[in-house]
T-cell receptor, first 110, second 115 residues
Framework: DAKTTQPNSMESNEEEPVHLPCNHS???????IHWYRQLPSQGPEYVIH???SNVNNRMASLAIAEDRKSSTLILHRATLRDAAVYYC???????????FGQGTTLQVKP | GAVVSQHPSWVICKSGTSVKIECRSL??????MFWYRQFPKQSLMLMAT?????????EQGVEKDKFLINHASLTLSTLTVTSAHPEDSSFYIC???????????FGQGTRLTVV
């Protein structure tokens, strides 16, 4: 499975945008880029995923570099409820397996 | 509402006993479900893939005789931790997807404490 690299932690102020980076230099052509987040003592929650084009949904936006070797999860206005560990994961094929890295712990300051 | 229901949310058991954790897919039939384990301040570690009607596939280093997985129906997978020891204390989480490369749905997790 291709590996991803994320910063261990990031801080943001409430109501400001947050850009969470992810490097995946060994990504293959069929790998999808998924983002999940996990609040304390809960199971992970899907945020967004994409293959090549940028994606938007009600939770966030996903910006994918043209060479696909990196991507950025964008939270447009951080709230205190967005404080969580964010995981960037590559998936390929139809196995459904998700291999989690260490993720980025996002702190949101009021 | 929840797509995957996991039960119980927490359990305390004595060393040497067995504990069963259930994972139900509420919204769709799930031929494949996944079981993860998470120790404090660590990431999720995939333990096994639960396949409906066939044997589970275990990740390297996971003892299949200790972590028994049964996926007898399209909506239910169970993980039984047999002869539990304190080092098995962890947060166990299940997940499923409608099909590969789409959104995965996770249970709320089960906090197991072995005393």
């Amino acid at each position: 499975d291709a590996k991803t690299t994320q910063p261990n932690s990031m801080e943001s102020n409430e109501e400001e945008p947050v850009h969470l980076p992810c490097n995946h230099s060994t990504i293959s052509g069929t790998d999808y880029i998924h983002w999940y987040r996990q609040l304390p003592s809960q199971g992970p929650e899907y945020v967004i995923h994409g293959l090549t084009s940028n994606v938007n949904n009600r939770m966030a936006s996903l910006a994918i570099a043209e060479d696909r070797k990196s991507s950025t999860l964008i939270l447009h206005r951080a709230t205190l409820r967005d404080a969580a560990v964010y995981y960037c994961i590559l998936t390929s094929g139809n196995t459904g397996k998700l291999i989690f890295g260490q993720g980025t712990t996002l702190q949101v300051k009021p | 509402g929840a797509v995957v229901s996991q039960h119980p949310s927490w359990v305390i058991c004595k060393s040497g006993t067995s504990v069963k954790i259930e994972c139900r897919s509420l919204d769709f039939q799930a031929t494949t479900m996944f079981w993860y384990r998470q120790f404090p301040k660590q990431s999720l570690m995939l333990m096994a893939t639960s396949n409906e009607g066939s044997k589970a596939t275990y990740e390297q280093g996971v003892e299949k005789d200790k972590f028994l997985i049964n996926h007898a129906s399209l909506t239910l997978s169970t993980l039984t931790v047999t002869s539990a020891h304190p080092e098995d204390s962890s947060f166990y989480i299940c997940s499923t997807q409608r099909w590969g490369n789409t959104e995965a749905f996770f249970g709320q997790g089960t906090r197991l404490t072995v005393v």
